[in-house]
């Protein structure tokens, strides 16, 4: 069963006037709303912006707020529909902080209630802002905090509607709330019809399983065609949101209950899966509960009851064993049941209380407290009712399309791709499965379709293998696999894998990824570089004088051991031995939440600034000498004062600690490693005044790279320019520049949501999502070509984390459930291997449309080009240059031409380079 593609329905809002999609997708997405559609109760006062009783110029109800430094006006003009509507102007636009906004907003009028789903709708429209970039949100004054909404969208110079369903967090009265739309630098912003209205319709999960249809409701339940539908659920697992990631389990022909196949699980001390996780108290943890689940979100009416049944077998007796539910999106009901060396039909009989649930039975060595044990899984059923009856598969013939490469990935070129279909026939009789196998690309073009047919004598399996689909093509590519009985959809990517002798990248995470088969397949498409934070000062010593490397060691030698790249960063100022921390003051801002009453403490100043530059030598001396290779770039605390992380401002703080912390840590690890490069900044955005505080007040020269931390909404990557340049700029003033790493981004996109409304994390992730990902992929290219103009040379996304089975794991960017890549991982792989780190920027080419960025990298010139104009532009390739698409593909020399997705060209020289593209644009800017 395909998933739904989040690039014909937008998942985090829908932009209805601007949606293109077939007619049954905009049937469905209208049903999905159809709640909210009708003529609820506006929760929103004056949303219609109509009545101006209390000034004949601006709108009742409403306010323009900010700090006194930006100067903003509130205005009544003419709305979408010819009515009145909102009108805010922001004229200059200075100062740092919270309250540093141009913001429309209303206060002390809206009440929401805790797990109640709401729909938000409002009509908009800008000019002169910053790539039309606006904030949405719901808070609560007292104390502050979000009550659920929180989210972004990109308002163009023509009126757009824009929707946005969220749940409420809190019960939040109407006098301490606080809806407000906002952005953070000058224009205007047109904002109609503003609509809160309670709706039935909440989170809908996908991709969707039947329980309607035939009586067992789990596809491929006995294995006979491979692992397809199937990956492994854990619990117990410390970190962000850790779960196993892919199936850990083998087919075995040897052992069955029913067919010929079942599922063997084999658990050892020295074959435990092993999670990993840096962050706050760093994790190693084997996992000793690993159970096979299937893919997607049964759908079923809460309240009735079904029967969860399965075959077990172990190698011993009283092997513990369990089946399990997992109600969405993280509501888990379990049963125990011992197995021995003989076949057990195991029964789990429950009554789900949310619509959307998945299915997991596999084994437990954390209750049975072995060390090892081996359990065959085989002829899972789901059913109505409460009692189970005699063991069938979902459908007399059942096929799926999968590939032998792990993850879908192939890194042999020519070679192609290989897409198997494997079927199995449970009747009496031979059949003949045959269907139809589509495969398209990154721009979801269709690049090859086959019928393939098969023949099956009865109760039997097979399997029929398709290549040359992708013709000597590297990329993305979807395989849709759909006949008569069943459907299914994969992805796959084909890509040059990096040297080996890679020591350098362009990319890297914030974060590493927790499993090591994520993190070998980021380094094939060249991903080197990972941000680690399990050094910290509580970590490493936790009294004074006493330093113990053990826990980061296992972490930092973990990547390293992967043939990568780590920044360590010291991430807190101070532990819990050293730290200035008033405890009053903690406890009123951390509250009742104990991760921050943990964390909060070290935030706050050392006692003695020389003790913080003795731990950073420490740890510079220490990894200069361990590990396979030297750790080379530390980081001096993560977004200290404008947050909670590090010497915040809200307990008194401000640049000047943070500068004479930075310089006693700097002085101290140059004399430890003369050759170590200290990250340093403020890791705050590029426009932030602490951004160009730290600059002007000399900061550069206690830092070998400065530090930027990037989260914005779907904005073009050219509306950085501006800023770009003048941070330059201003660097250059001031004892600049110095090399720029950005090490978080958010940059986020799933084509396959498993739930509508989507999620990425926390509200400054979702802010960053884009509607598909190969728009996120063309960003990430146009983004890196214009950060790299302007002296960045590393941008880390943010963040190597995965999420369970069926659940939303966007946050980790390149990658879905298994590794399978997304759009984004060849485009990193292409961009990695073409561009790489640039030595030098040459220049800018643009004129109608067309940008071209050119740089010196790897003894060659390599430009990143695209064009925004109405209509593709031709390139004039010679025979000392070449062009290649976003995908690393090479385009033909006498018909190239480029449109708005980049594009390389690369040529012995700036001025071959430059002449391809003399006729289509000829304004150069140094």
Not at 135 to 146: C, D, K, Y
Request: glycine share 8%.
């Amino acid at each position: 069963m395909a998933r739904f593609r989040a690039k014909k329905v937008r998942p985090w809002f829908v932009q209805w006037d601007t949606m293109k999609a077939p007619a049954f997708w905009l049937l469905a997405s209208l049903a999905a709303f159809e709640p909210c559609l009708a003529a609820e109760k506006n929760l929103v006062a004056n949303g219609s912006f109509d009545s101006s009783r209390r000034k004949p110029d601006a709108p009742d109800d409403w306010n323009a707020a900010g700090d006194s430094s930006v100067r903003q006006q509130l205005f009544l003009d003419t709305g979408h529909d010819g009515q009145r509507c909102a009108k805010l102007v922001c004229t200059e636009f200075k100062g740092d902080g919270p309250a540093a906004h141009a913001m429309l907003c209303q206060v002390g009028k809206v009440s929401v209630r805790r797990g109640q789903w709401y729909q938000l709708a409002c009509w908009a429209k800008a000019e002169g802002i910053r790539g039309g970039a606006i904030e949405v949100a719901l808070s609560n004054t007292r104390p502050w905090g979000n009550a659920g909404l929180a989210d972004a969208f990109v308002a163009g110079s023509k009126w757009q509607r824009f929707e946005f369903r969220f749940r409420a967090t809190e019960d939040l009265p109407a006098e301490t709330s606080r809806l407000q739309f906002w952005f953070k630098n000058t224009g205007t912003l047109w904002l109609d019809d503003v609509v809160l209205t309670e709706t039935e319709s909440g989170q809908e999960w996908f991709p969707q399983l039947s329980t309607a249809g035939p009586k067992n409701s789990v596809p491929n339940s006995s294995f006979e065609c491979g692992t397809a539908h199937w990956g492994s659920f854990t619990y117990g697992l410390k970190g962000w949101g850790g779960n196993l990631y892919r199936l850990e389990g083998e087919l075995d022909s040897t052992v069955a209950q029913h067919g010929r196949h079942s599922l063997k699980i084999t658990l050892t001390p020295q074959t435990l899966p092993v999670f990993w996780f840096d962050y706050y108290e760093p994790v190693r943890q084997p996992v000793k509960r690993v159970f096979a689940a299937n893919r997607g979100w049964f759908r079923a009416k809460p309240g009735e009851p079904f029967t969860l049944s399965a075959c077990l077998r172990a190698d011993a007796e009283d092997v513990m064993a369990q089946l399990a539910v997992n109600e969405a999106p993280s509501r888990l009901a379990r049963h125990e049941v011992k197995v021995g060396r003989e076949w057990k039909r195991c029964v789990f009989t429950f009554v789900p209380t949310e619509p959307f649930f998945f299915i997991a039975v596999g084994l437990d060595l954390e209750t049975s407290k072995r060390e090892t044990a081996t359990l065959w899984v085989d002829a899972i059923q789901l059913e109505h009712g409460r009692e189970a009856t005699a063991y069938e598969p979902h459908q007399a013939i059942e096929s799926f399309v999968v590939t032998g490469a792990e993850g879908n990935v192939f890194t042999n070129v020519l070679q192609d791709a290989c897409f198997t279909v494997r079927a199995y026939n449970n009747t009496d009789r031979e059949v003949e499965v045959s269907g139809r196998l589509a495969v398209t690309d990154f721009f979801d073009r269709k690049v090859a379709e086959t019928e393939p047919r098969m023949k099956l004598p009865a109760r039997s399996g097979g399997s029929m293998t398709q290549s040359n689909f992708s013709q000597g093509r590297k990329g993305f590519f979807q395989a849709n696999w759909i006949n008569a009985d069943s459907s299914n959809s994969i992805r796959a990517a084909i890509i040059t894998p990096a040297s080996t002798a890679l020591i350098d990248s362009p990319f890297g995470f914030n974060h590493a990824y927790p499993w090591d088969f994520l993190v070998q397949r980021a380094r094939l498409a060249g991903v080197v570089w990972w941000r680690d934070w399990s050094a910290k000062w509580q970590t490493v010593e936790p009294e004074k004088g006493r330093f113990d490397f053990s826990i980061p060691d296992a972490q930092i030698h973990r990547v390293l051991d992967l043939n990568s790249q780590v920044e360590v960063l010291l991430p807190f100022p101070s532990a819990s031995w050293s730290t200035t921390a008033r405890r009053e003051e903690v406890e009123k801002a951390a509250g009742k939440d104990s991760y921050l009453r943990a964390r909060m403490p070290v935030a706050y100043a050392p006692k003695e600034l020389n003790d913080f530059g003795h731990y950073a030598a420490t740890v510079a001396e220490h990894y200069r000498r361990s590990g396979p290779r030297p750790v080379t770039h530390y980081q001096i605390l993560n977004e200290p004062v404008y947050t909670s992380y590090a010497l915040p401002r809200q307990f008194g703080y401000s640049l000047d600690d943070y500068l004479r912390l930075l310089d006693t840590a700097y002085r101290a690890m140059k004399r430890a490693d003369p050759n170590c490069q200290v990250v340093g900044g403020i890791s705050a955005g590029l426009e932030a005044g602490l951004t160009r505080e730290f600059v002007t007040k000399g900061g550069l020269r206690s830092v070998d790279v400065f530090d930027l931390h990037i989260y914005s909404p779907a904005m073009p990557a050219e509306s950085f320019e501006d800023s770009f340049r003048a941070l330059e700029e201003t660097m250059r003033a001031h004892g600049g520049p110095k090399p720029v790493w950005i090490t978080e981004w958010g940059c986020y996109a799933d084509d396959d949501p498993p739930c509508v409304p989507a999620v990425v994390g926390d509200a400054t992730m979702n802010r960053c999502r884009w509607p598909s990902e190969q728009a996120a992929t063309e960003h990430l290219v146009r983004f890196a070509a214009v950060a790299f103009a302007h002296g960045v040379r590393k941008i880390f996304f943010h963040a190597g984390t995965c999420g369970p089975i069926n659940g939303p794991d966007a946050g980790g960017v390149l990658f879905e459930y298994g590794g399978a890549p997304r759009k984004m991982y060849p485009g990193v792989a292409a961009l990695t291997r073409i561009l790489g780190v640039p030595e030098v920027f040459v220049r800018r080419i643009e004129r109608d449309g067309l940008r071209a960025y050119l740089f010196r990298s790897q003894n060659h010139i390599v430009a990143v080009v695209w064009n925004r104009g109405a209509e593709v532009k031709p390139l004039r390739l010679t025979a000392t240059t070449r062009a290649f698409d976003i995908m690393g593909n090479q385009l033909p020399t006498h018909d190239a031409v480029v449109g708005e997705s980049p594009l390389y060209v690369t040529g012995d020289s700036a001025e071959a380079v430059t002449a391809v593209f003399r006729g289509v644009g000829n304004r150069s800017r140094k």
